[in-house]
Nanobody, 115 residues
Framework: QVQLVESGGGLVQAGGSLRLSCTAS????????MGWYRQAPGKQRDLVAT???????VYAESVKGRFTISRDNAKNTVHLQMNSLKPDDTAVYYC?????????WGQGTQVTVSS
């Protein structure tokens, strides 16, 4: 069994910054891709950023240049540094981890950006 614990969400004014973290624990062997997704009310869940075990990254166009994803393989942790936040970034942010063919999701953390 795998558990994902997220932290770092909250309320911030437009232009501000937040840092999200997600730590995986449990029956973990060879974590592959780690990533962040987000879901705004009434919308589908969309990719924000992913990072592979060797550090290759993918970003949604809407966050390029503002968000940075990183990971600590020794601690099974992935971070998302979010700068220059906009009201459109308001959503529940979910951590996702791939272990072999299996995908695991965190419980989500709310990010609210006020204008």
């Amino acid at each position: 069994q795998v558990q994902l614990v997220e932290s770092g969400g909250g309320l911030v004014q437009a232009g501000g910054s937040l840092r999200l973290s997600c730590t995986a624990s449990g029956n973990i062997f060879n974590i592959n891709t780690m990533g962040w997704y987000r879901q705004a009310p009434g919308k589908q869940r969309d990719l924000v950023a992913t990072i592979t075990k060797d550090g290759s990254t993918v970003y949604a166009e809407s966050v390029k240049g503002r968000f940075t994803i990183s990971r600590d393989n020794a601690k099974n942790t992935v971070h998302l540094q979010m700068n220059s936040l906009k009201p459109d970034d308001t959503a529940v942010y979910y951590c996702r981890v791939a272990l072999g063919p299996f995908l695991y999701w965190g419980q989500g953390t709310q990010v609210t950006v006020s204008s």
